[in-house]
Protein backbone atom coordinates (compact mmCIF):
# COMPACT_ATOMS: atom_id res chain seq x y z
CA UNK A 1 0.00 0.00 0.00
CA UNK A 2 3.07 2.29 0.55
CA UNK A 3 4.17 1.83 -2.98
CA UNK A 4 0.91 2.48 -4.40
CA UNK A 5 0.83 6.20 -2.32
CA UNK A 6 4.36 6.51 -3.13
CA UNK A 7 3.67 6.06 -7.04
CA UNK A 8 0.30 8.73 -6.80
CA UNK A 9 2.38 11.18 -5.38
CA UNK A 10 4.55 10.88 -8.39
CA UNK A 11 2.53 10.80 -10.98
CA UNK A 12 0.27 13.87 -9.33
CA UNK A 13 3.39 15.79 -9.24
CA UNK A 14 4.05 15.15 -12.68
CA UNK A 15 0.39 16.14 -13.63
CA UNK A 16 1.44 20.25 -14.32
CA UNK A 17 4.49 19.72 -16.27
CA UNK A 18 4.55 21.01 -19.55
CA UNK A 19 7.31 21.70 -21.79
CA UNK A 20 7.77 25.12 -20.29
CA UNK A 21 8.28 23.90 -16.66
CA UNK A 22 10.26 19.90 -17.60
CA UNK A 23 12.40 18.84 -20.36
CA UNK A 24 8.76 17.29 -21.76
CA UNK A 25 8.82 18.10 -25.80
CA UNK A 26 6.48 21.01 -26.98
CA UNK A 27 4.58 18.14 -28.57
CA UNK A 28 3.55 16.62 -25.52
CA UNK A 29 1.42 19.67 -24.47
CA UNK A 30 -1.24 18.54 -26.56
CA UNK A 31 -4.11 20.79 -27.06
CA UNK A 32 -3.56 22.46 -23.50
CA UNK A 33 -0.62 24.48 -24.69
CA UNK A 34 0.52 27.61 -23.00
CA UNK A 35 0.39 31.33 -24.21
CA UNK A 36 3.27 32.25 -26.21
CA UNK A 37 5.12 35.17 -24.43
CA UNK A 38 6.54 37.88 -26.20
CA UNK A 39 8.85 40.45 -24.59
CA UNK A 40 7.44 43.20 -27.48
CA UNK A 41 4.40 44.97 -25.05
CA UNK A 42 1.35 45.96 -26.30
CA UNK A 43 1.36 49.39 -28.23
CA UNK A 44 -2.34 50.13 -28.01
CA UNK A 45 -2.78 50.18 -31.64
CA UNK A 46 -5.28 47.74 -33.91
CA UNK A 47 -3.42 46.06 -36.45
CA UNK A 48 -2.85 47.56 -39.87
CA UNK A 49 -3.02 51.14 -40.75
CA UNK A 50 -4.74 53.96 -38.93
CA UNK A 51 -8.54 54.54 -39.19
CA UNK A 52 -9.53 56.89 -41.71
CA UNK A 53 -6.09 56.81 -43.62
CA UNK A 54 -6.49 56.24 -47.65
CA UNK A 55 -4.75 52.89 -48.47
CA UNK A 56 -2.54 53.05 -50.89
CA UNK A 57 -0.21 50.60 -53.42
CA UNK A 58 2.47 52.43 -55.81
CA UNK A 59 2.18 55.34 -53.91
CA UNK A 60 -1.70 56.32 -55.66
CA UNK A 61 -5.14 55.59 -53.99
CA UNK A 62 -7.41 53.28 -55.41
CA UNK A 63 -9.03 54.95 -58.22
CA UNK A 64 -5.96 56.37 -59.72
CA UNK A 65 -4.63 52.59 -59.74
CA UNK A 66 -7.79 51.25 -60.96
CA UNK A 67 -7.61 53.71 -63.86
CA UNK A 68 -3.71 52.97 -64.54
CA UNK A 69 -4.69 49.09 -64.48
CA UNK A 70 -7.61 50.28 -67.20
CA UNK A 71 -5.24 51.79 -69.12
CA UNK A 72 -2.82 49.63 -69.36
CA UNK A 73 -4.77 46.64 -70.12
CA UNK A 74 -6.50 48.76 -73.18
CA UNK A 75 -2.43 49.89 -74.17
CA UNK A 76 -1.28 46.48 -74.36
CA UNK A 77 -3.53 43.71 -74.73
CA UNK A 78 -6.50 46.11 -76.38
CA UNK A 79 -9.29 44.96 -73.80
CA UNK A 80 -11.82 47.60 -72.16
CA UNK A 81 -12.13 46.58 -68.56
CA UNK A 82 -14.14 48.01 -65.56
CA UNK A 83 -13.24 48.20 -62.47
CA UNK A 84 -14.83 48.13 -59.02
CA UNK A 85 -13.16 48.84 -55.69
CA UNK A 86 -14.12 48.53 -51.98
CA UNK A 87 -13.53 47.41 -48.26
CA UNK A 88 -14.87 43.59 -49.39
CA UNK A 89 -14.99 41.59 -52.75
CA UNK A 90 -18.38 41.83 -52.97
CA UNK A 91 -18.68 45.54 -52.17
CA UNK A 92 -15.92 45.81 -55.51
CA UNK A 93 -17.51 43.46 -57.66
CA UNK A 94 -21.43 45.04 -57.32
CA UNK A 95 -19.13 47.97 -57.81
CA UNK A 96 -17.49 46.98 -61.20
CA UNK A 97 -21.04 45.99 -62.50
CA UNK A 98 -22.06 49.73 -61.81
CA UNK A 99 -19.41 51.65 -63.12
CA UNK A 100 -21.05 54.19 -65.33
CA UNK A 101 -18.86 56.10 -68.36
CA UNK A 102 -15.17 55.67 -66.46
CA UNK A 103 -15.21 52.27 -66.05
CA UNK A 104 -14.22 53.03 -62.49
CA UNK A 105 -16.69 52.62 -59.50
CA UNK A 106 -14.94 53.20 -56.02
CA UNK A 107 -16.55 52.61 -52.78
CA UNK A 108 -15.51 53.81 -49.44
CA UNK A 109 -16.20 52.15 -46.24
CA UNK A 110 -18.55 55.25 -45.34
CA UNK A 111 -20.96 54.99 -48.23
CA UNK A 112 -21.13 50.89 -48.29
CA UNK A 113 -24.99 51.01 -46.84
CA UNK A 114 -25.93 54.07 -48.89
CA UNK A 115 -24.59 51.96 -52.07
CA UNK A 116 -25.34 48.79 -51.72
CA UNK A 117 -28.84 49.45 -49.87
CA UNK A 118 -31.14 50.22 -53.17
CA UNK A 119 -29.89 47.28 -54.87
CA UNK A 120 -31.81 44.41 -56.00
CA UNK A 121 -31.24 41.62 -54.00
CA UNK A 122 -32.17 39.34 -57.62
CA UNK A 123 -28.99 39.40 -59.27
CA UNK A 124 -26.60 41.09 -57.00
CA UNK A 125 -23.43 39.25 -56.43
CA UNK A 126 -23.52 36.82 -53.66
CA UNK A 127 -26.73 35.79 -53.31
CA UNK A 128 -27.53 33.25 -55.96
CA UNK A 129 -30.51 31.08 -55.46
CA UNK A 130 -31.43 32.80 -51.84
CA UNK A 131 -32.42 35.61 -53.65
CA UNK A 132 -35.99 33.17 -54.56
CA UNK A 133 -36.19 32.81 -51.08
CA UNK A 134 -35.71 36.37 -50.14
CA UNK A 135 -38.09 37.77 -52.54
CA UNK A 136 -40.96 35.53 -51.09
CA UNK A 137 -40.45 36.93 -48.01
CA UNK A 138 -41.01 40.43 -49.52
CA UNK A 139 -37.08 41.48 -49.82
CA UNK A 140 -36.64 42.96 -52.81
CA UNK A 141 -33.65 45.24 -51.94
CA UNK A 142 -30.09 44.84 -49.99
CA UNK A 143 -31.24 47.46 -47.47
CA UNK A 144 -34.65 45.49 -46.53
CA UNK A 145 -32.50 42.69 -45.84
CA UNK A 146 -30.19 44.88 -43.75
CA UNK A 147 -33.39 46.28 -41.68
CA UNK A 148 -35.15 42.37 -41.02
CA UNK A 149 -34.23 41.21 -37.20
CA UNK A 150 -30.90 39.41 -36.46
CA UNK A 151 -33.66 36.42 -36.14
CA UNK A 152 -35.25 36.59 -39.61
CA UNK A 153 -31.78 36.09 -41.21
CA UNK A 154 -30.44 33.28 -42.64
CA UNK A 155 -27.34 32.41 -44.49
CA UNK A 156 -27.74 28.05 -44.40
CA UNK A 157 -30.33 28.24 -47.02
CA UNK A 158 -31.59 31.86 -47.61
CA UNK A 159 -35.34 31.27 -47.03
CA UNK A 160 -35.62 33.14 -44.26
CA UNK A 161 -37.81 32.30 -40.59
CA UNK A 162 -41.32 33.72 -40.58
Do not use: C
Amino acid sequence: MAQARVRIADLEARLPQNSTNSSKPPSSDGLAKPAPKSLRGKSGRGPGRPTGQPGRLFGIGAVDLAQRIRLQTAALHGLGIVVGAGPSWTTAAMASARTGDRGVRYVAPSEVARFLGPLPVSGSTGFGAQADGLSRLGVATIGQLAELPAGHRRTDSGAGRT
